[in-house]
């Protein structure tokens, strides 16, 4: 129900624009995510927005880098990533939950409901 596009390989510096559709049902009403997981580690929190869009929050590894917005007519979310470095390589997955949340749980993976497939990311040094 959840489908992430846009990853590719870049060259440190860089940008990429990643994508996410919901489809089956909508959204809109509920707080979306990103996460991403590199290689051997585990699946870490990057951003996420609440429904209406007003409030985001990020991992302080992409604050000043990544932004995440998201188009509720659309059933998107999306992650612009500007200066992307090395160690932003990994597997990106956009969720999203059916709870309501406060801001303060969006990064803990096990509160999200709905996964996409990821979308691989590289980054060049």
């Known amino acids: 129900q959840l489908q992430a596009s846009g990853g590719g390989l870049v060259q440190a510096g860089g940008s990429l624009r990643l994508s996410c559709v919901a489809s089956?049902?909508?959204?809109?009403?509920?707080?979306m995510a990103w996460f991403r997981q590199a290689p051997g580690k585990e699946r870490e929190f990057v951003a996420a927005?609440?429904?209406?869009?007003?409030?985001?929050t990020r991992a302080d590894s992409v604050k000043g880098r990544f932004t995440i917005s998201r188009d509720n007519a659309k059933n998107m979310v999306f992650l612009q990533m500007n200066s992307l470095k090395p160690e932003d390589t990994a597997v990106y997955y956009c969720?999203?939950?059916?709870?309501?949340?406060?801001?303060?749980?969006?990064?803990?993976?096990?509160?999200?409901?709905?996964w996409g497939q990821g979308t691989l990311v590289t980054v060049s040094s």
């Open positions: 927005i609440r429904s209406t869009g007003g409030t985001t």
């Open positions: 089956g049902r909508t959204f809109s009403s509920n707080t």
């Open positions: 969720a999203t939950t059916l709870r309501l949340l406060i801001v303060s749980s969006w990064y803990l993976k096990d509160k999200y409901d709905y």
